[in-house]
Every structure is written in structure tokens, then in C-alpha cells.
């Protein structure tokens, strides 16, 4: 069965790193657009960045500059490098696929930002 599963989330300082991982099974990243989301507390679920088969990059205008995605074949990993980090960063970050009619999400890593 095809699984998304994120990791690398955890509690950093604001202006602190983390760099988010998500490795597949039976889904290759080098031929789908991988992207990132993430879920505040009370908040809807919301784009953070994109990757395309070409590797054409995509993110939200409060990342940009900030965040990097990027994707490594031979693992079949995409990563969210994220630098600069602020409390309004903290969610649930979680990777997605779609592709001819189906739809694929990890479960989930936590980052919390303090201030």
C-alpha cells in the first residue's frame, strides 16, 4: 500500500532550523508534485510549498526566502528546509501527492516555534 511519512519535526527557538523529511513507498517523487501543508491549532490546513517531476518550486509568500524544497531521488525523499523560523510556523506539517484521481498524505510531523 502506498504510504507517505514525514518526520524531522520538534521544538525549536524562533530564528532556529529544522529540516522536514518525507519518504515514500510505492510512489516516486520523481515523476508527481510533492507538496507541503501544514495545520495550525484552530486553523484550516494551508499550502506551504510545491515540487514538480521538472522540480519547479512553489511557496507560500510568508515562506519564501525562508523555506527550501527540495527532493532527492535515489531516496525517493522530499525535504522542507526550514530556516528562520517564526511561533507562527508552528503546525502540523504534512506532505501530500495527487495524481489520476488519487490522493495520498502522511500522518504528520509537529513543529512548534517558541518565542
Known amino acids: 500500500q502506498a504510504q507517505l511519512v514525514e518526520s524531522g519535526g520538534g521544538l525549536v527557538q524562533a530564528g532556529g532550523s529544522l529540516r522536514l523529511s518525507c519518504a515514500a513507498s510505492?510512489?516516486?517523487?520523481?515523476?508527481?508534485?510533492v507538496t507541503w501543508y501544514r495545520q495550525a491549532p484552530g486553523k484550516e490546513r494551508e499550502f506551504v510549498a510545491s515540487i514538480t517531476r521538472f522540480e519547479t518550486t512553489d511557496y507560500t509568500d510568508s515562506v519564501k526566502g525562508r523555506f527550501t524544497i527540495s527532493r532527492e531521488n535515489p531516496k525517493n525523499t522530499v525535504y522542507l528546509q526550514m530556516n528562520s523560523l517564526k511561533p507562527e510556523d508552528t503546525a502540523v506539517y504534512y506532505c501530500?501527492?495527487?495524481?489520476?484521481?488519487?490522493?495520498?498524505w502522511g500522518q504528520g510531523t509537529q513543529v512548534t516555534v517558541s518565542s
Open positions: 501530500n501527492v495527487r495524481r489520476n484521481g488519487n490522493e495520498w
Open positions: 510505492l510512489i516516486r517523487f520523481s515523476i508527481n508534485t
